[in-house]
DNA sequence: TTGTATGCAAAGATTTTGCAGCATC
DNA sequence: GATGCTGCAAAATCTTTGCATACAA
């Protein structure tokens, strides 16, 4: 919790520096984005910021998750199919492990990898400025091995987090 | 060239698996596709197939690339922005580095990280089935660092490929 | 013939934008 | 007041699908 009011504070001062206003529904859609897990759609993030204020509306997570993204307080994913998703940034940089299965996101770093891409890139003549490494396949712990044949239809919304941290 | 007769007649053989028809049309989108560079966006596979014959309308390039990612022999890639890209598959796998400013795709393999993504995944008790790992940043040789301000309006199409193989 | 394939256009799904009214400075 | 924000609805994109017609087996 103090973490979602850090995030809060470090947004309503990226606002202020751009000469924008901190909101009542500014504050309610990152509450609820800092607040629920992590790697959120826009449809997510509205229903649980509307749980707080109803009337919010969909152009205003939109626009509001655009601004966390700008702030660099809020990383934009492309996952495979879906659209969107949302995570929670300003911690140190993860890659994902992502269950075809029951949808659950595992984050984690490696240092060995992070060197070694490094490496890689410098033999072909690039410089890194970001990267993304996702990994699919199945998870074989927690409720999930493999998926009770039923209740998601597959890679939903909610997203687990795990490892490192 | 004897590479784009090979994919031809794979297509052609798996079209016939499962008893579909290797149409001129199927046939000069796949001719399109393999003979020209790499990463293709449906649009970009739409004229250059267009080029061959005209009346090939959008619809049966979205089904013909379908097909191909069905058989194997195309790889679907939803890079960050924009839409879906198709890659010719067929080859050992890889991973791609993608210039920030010029849009070239180099694509690269390193045996490092594919045993350490294995190690790590199998650490957190996940199985992997398959991954993508993107590199993002600038391109330092050739025609492009950085990028003659002016020609390409951002990542395109046209694709180049090094390292490796 | 008989079942596919094609091309066009319409339908869906998402992501963006325009605007009138509201709120904040 | 002036400027920025919100919510709604319309617009713009991209991706899929329905269908009548054209083909291939």
Redesign the interface.
Known sequence: MSDVNERLKQFARYLDDQGLRYTSQRRVIAEAFYGSGKHLSLNEVLELARDKQGSIGFATVYRTMKLLAESGLAIEH?F?EDGVRYEPAGHDHHDH?I??RCGRI?E?E?E??ER??EQ??K???????????????????DPCPYESQSSQGRVTGVADT??RN
Chains 1, 2 share one sequence.
């Open positions: 492309r495979d492990l269950c075809n595992i984690f490696d060995v990898v070694r891409q890689v890139a033999e072909l003549g690039f410089r890194v400025a970001s990267h993304r490494h996702e990994i699919y396949g199945e998870c074989l712990r795990a490892a």
